[in-house]
């Protein structure tokens, strides 16, 4: 069996990006104020949960004019809720399986033949034979041509006449 070959360390990533500094300063600074907050309100229902009294905590519950017992009713209706929600999903999706399970409706397209790739126009007879043959293709330049208006129409009377046999 093969093995991948390895990469140069510069293509170790599939997504390149050039944001400038100042783009990736202030989206680091956001993300940071957002973990930070989602800290709090972890925090702020753990401690309720967990009947923890902590300056932190209380400041925040004396802030919104709430208590422990009424988070932790609140956290309890929500978990009801997902709950129910969680069932009515699946009750749905067995009824679909049921009601939907037995049709086989979709079929796939046929295989792209040789023949079809080279009817499109799109790339050289040379350069489909590589990539029908070869296991791994590097290609330095992209072999495929540029789409103008006459292949655009031309791929369009192709897929029309296959839609019809």
């Known amino acids: 069996m093969e093995q991948p070959r390895s990469w140069p360390a510069q293509n170790r990533f599939i997504i390149k990006s050039r944001q400038s500094y100042l783009t990736t300063f202030v989206s680091v600074i956001l993300t940071l104020v957002l973990w930070a907050y989602s800290a709090v309100v972890a925090w702020f229902f753990l401690s309720a949960a967990l009947f923890i009294n902590d300056p932190y905590s209380s400041l925040l519950k004396i802030t919104f004019k709430i208590n422990n017992g009424e988070i932790r009713t609140f956290m309890l209706s929500t978990l009801i809720a997902f709950v129910a929600m969680l069932v009515l999903l699946l009750l749905w999706r ?46 330095t330049k992209s072999p495929v041509r540029e789409i103008s208006k006459d292949t655009k129409s031309s791929v369009r009377e192709i897929s029309k006449e296959r839609k019809r046999s």
């Not at 679909?96 to 033949?113: A, C, E, M, Q, V």
């Not at 350069?127 to 029908?132: C, E, F, G, P, V």
């Open 94 to 139: 067995k009824y679909n399986y049921h009601r939907f399970g037995s049709l086989r409706r979709r079929n796939y397209p046929p295989d792209s033949t040789k023949a079809d790739m080279e009817e499109l126009g799109l790339m050289s007879k040379k350069d489909i034979n590589k990539l029908k043959s070869s296991r791994y293709v590097t290609f």
